[in-house]
């Protein structure tokens, strides 16, 4: 359970490298696409933080197509990534639901999200919040679902 106060904000290109407190951007082959995303105005970055410490990190991805996108209608919720050392105390559960009733503040109805199948805590985590899978599916990087939540109504 979360012992501190924290803070959620969405977070500029300039402040982005400051992400590298929570994962290693230099080992993601895909760091480079998410800064061509943020700069093009279709990815937005999230950020949980405990006395200026970055601790989580939740994305939002609007009109792509590939992320499975609709616009107006759907996001994709991605790099749901909290600190190791923090896991487990609560903050990913809090941006998340940060990130639902933003999502329903700005009109839209679903979010969908992609989910490493051997991720079960994040599974469990999505599945708390009300997400469902709708598909599940493999790639270079293993098996993974994909899952959708609707945004009708409170979120638990």
Known sequence: ??????????????????????WDMTACPYTQTFISQIKAGVREVYILTVDGEYIAE????????????VPGKRLYLSRL???????G???????????????KEKGYREIVLGVNRDNTGAVRLYEKLGFTVYEEAEDKDGKFCRMIIILNGELS
């Open 1 to 22: 359970m979360m012992k501190k106060s924290y803070t959620i904000k969405q977070i500029s290109l300039a402040d982005y490298p400051k992400c590298g407190a929570i």
């Open 58 to 69: 939740c994305d939002l991805v609007y009109d792509n197509p590939e992320y499975d996108t």
């Open 81 to 87: 990534i909290v600190k190791k050392e923090q896991r």
């Open 89 to 103: 105390k609560g903050y990913g559960k809090a941006i998340t639901q940060h990130i639902l009733t933003l999502a």
